[in-house]
């Protein structure tokens, strides 16, 4: 019998605040899909930094092909046919698409024939990306892809995969778990990491459960439920949401033939946007990345100040022209979709961001009030589960769910008049997104207007009372989440909302993505 793909034994990796992975050992075999499930901060983005030589454990030994291997960095972890797509995108922003791939590949490939290649998987996993296209002007789904096919390009005998499809609409997640079942049917095995329990299932036929570092399970998931997955994972089922009908207020925030060219060439036209979202309703909008959705969002947070100020409005102001701040004094919070860089600054630490949003602890005289920054950090810690090395720890050092959670925390305990929040549950697990969008759900109960913004169509469905669309840089009529399709969503995603009714039967069509799912 051919060995193992790869053998770990005793791995073990400590940080000054955490043991990250404590003896953790883990067999993956040729041709297989393997998951590993945990909830966030359980040490699984570590163990695969470590696989792929971006982490360097402490103890521990790895064998790849049943060779023991000492993985120094991803060149070597390449080399030896394994390739990894991160959670955190590792792209240069002003580089192009196919520069950025290029740079991972072997260096005699001309830039041309990468581009072509670039071209030609894209095309064939359905996963579209112009090569030429500069990756700061990509939305976070884009940028996923392009991670997706570099990965790809490299026909890597491991692959491992943290959170893929976080970003990816149920469209292109379709598309990739086609490719990646011809993967694993020639041979190619997989590590998967997903808090997407019904990907684990459908996807893994072998998984290992880690919770505080160190494995607490391995079973079969096609012979698990959600629920059992969910009780192997964080000890319990997430609680269900209370969604209540609420009597929605007037309106807060509204939009008004919203007109705004893009701002590159890679950019998205806003055409004709009209948007109302009223006290004590969330408002959902859905869409393929890159239609439109970061244009939008800038246009609402005050990062793009270029339309006409009536185009924009909270509580009947002309915002259309002001600036972060000027709306954020009104009330008005953002989360946006990308954590690092834009929702908190990498190094420094979780009290001092605060600071981007939150300025109740900067005295009249300028000076910062550390104590109440800190105090402030550490109870949004504690409400919201995060796992950090306390207040002062640096964002980076977070995972990418307990980051998230922090931000959507930091925004949520400012008791927002109007909160706008881009992939809410981005990379969370089952529990903390259950807390996520309970919490969205109060906000709305106590009257606050929510607009969110995902790529998440189960999401959408559990939290929303009202739905759009958004393709091509135009926003569909609203919809109530009772009265919406999946299909129908689908349909709009191509920008066919004008289609006459009765046009596509929507007959015995499931009610939510999951359900839409389960009947495939």
């Known amino acids: 019998m051919a060995p193992p793909r790869l053998q770990l034994t005793n791995i073990t990796k400590r940080y000054p605040a955490v043991v990250a992975n404590s003896g953790v050992s883990l067999v993956v075999q040729p041709g297989e899909a393997h998951a590993v499930l945990g909830e966030n901060g359980a040490g699984k983005s570590t163990l695969m930094k470590i696989i792929y030589g971006s982490v360097k454990p402490d103890e521990g030994a790895v064998l790849f092909n049943g060779q023991p291997v000492h993985i120094r960095n991803p060149q070597e972890a390449r080399a030896l046919g394994i390739s990894m797509v991160f959670q955190h995108f ?5 580089l192009t698409v196919a520069e950025n791939v290029w740079l991972g590949l072997d260096k005699s490939l001309g830039l041309a024939e990468v581009t072509q290649r670039i071209t030609a998987k894209a095309s064939a996993y359905g996963l579209d990306i112009d090569p030429s296209r500069p990756v700061h002007t990509l939305s976070v789904g884009e ?3 392009v991670e997706i096919i570099r990965a790809l390009l490299t026909n890597p005998q491991l692959l491992i995969l943290d959170e893929p499809t976080s970003v990816l609409t149920p469209q292109a997640v379709e598309k990739l778990f086609v490719v990646l079942k011809q993967l694993v049917s020639e041979g190619c095995s997989i590590l998967y990491i997903s808090h997407k329990l019904h990907e684990i ?13 160190k494995v607490t399970g391995v079973c ?6 959600n629920a059992s997955l969910s009780r192997l994972m964080i000890g319990a089922e997430p609680p269900a949401l209370q969604h209540r009908d609420v009597k929605t207020g007037p309106t807060v925030l509204r939009v008004r033939g919203l007109q705004l060219p893009r701002e590159d060439q890679f950019g998205v036209d806003l055409e004709g946007i009209d948007l109302d979202v009223r006290e004590g309703e969330v408002v959902g909008i859905a869409g393929v990345s ?3 959705q970061r244009e939008l969002l800038y246009a609402l947070s005050g990062e793009d100040v270029r339309a006409r100020p009536d185009m924009v409005q909270v509580f009947g102001r002309d915002v259309g022209q002001m600036g972060p701040g000027p709306r954020r004094a009104m009330g008005v919070h953002f989360v946006p979709e990308e954590r690092l860089g834009r929702g908190a600054v990498p190094t420094m630490g979780l009290a001092h961001n605060l600071l981007l949003t939150r300025i109740d602890a900067v005295a009249g005289s300028g000076w910062i009030k550390l104590g109440v920054l800190q105090a402030q950090a550490q109870a949004i810690i504690d409400r919201f589960k995060v796992k950090a090395g306390g207040p002062n720890a640096a964002a980076k050092s977070l995972s ?8 959507v925390g930091r925004e949520i305990d400012a008791k927002p008049k109007l909160l706008i929040v881009s992939q809410p549950t981005w990379g969370v697990d089952v529990g903390a997104a259950a807390q996520i969008r309970g919490e969205i759900l109060a906000l709305r109960d106590v009257g606050c207007a929510v607009l969110v913004v995902s790529e998440e169509l189960d999401e959408l469905f559990e939290i929303c009372d009202r739905l759009h669309v958004v393709a091509k840089g135009r926003l569909s ?7 919406a399709t999946v299909a129908q969503i689908g349909e709009w995603m191509s920008g066919l909302w004008n289609t006459p009714a009765g046009s596509v039967s929507h007959a015995a069509m499931p009610a939510t993505a999951e359900a839409a799912h389960v009947q495939a």
Not at 201 to 213: D, I, N
Not at 220 to 225: D, F, G, L, M
């Open 400 to 407: 990418g769910g307990n980051l998230q959670k922090f931000i």
């Open 477 to 483: 009529p609203s919809i109530s989440r009772a009265q």
């Open 201 to 213: 299932r459908e996807l893994c036929t072998a998984c290992t459960v880690l919770r505080g570092g």
């Open 143 to 145: 940028m996923q892809r």
């Open 90 to 94: 590792s792209l240069f922003d002003t």
């Open 220 to 225: 079969n998931p096609t012979q698990e439920s």
């Open 290 to 292: 890159g239609n439109g």
